[in-house]
């Protein structure tokens, strides 16, 4: 559930403009 919800924030960091968040989230995915 964590995992879903890292990536929901992630998505929407990328809407607002936040790459670096993105990464940072796809790699705690994994």
Do not use: H, P, Q, W
Not at 2 to 16: A, P, V
Not at 23 to 29: E, G, I, Q, S, W
């Amino acid at each position: 559930m964590t995992k879903i919800i890292l990536s929901e924030c992630g998505y929407t960091r990328l809407n607002l403009g936040g790459f670096r968040v993105t990464l940072v989230a796809l790699t705690t995915d994994n």
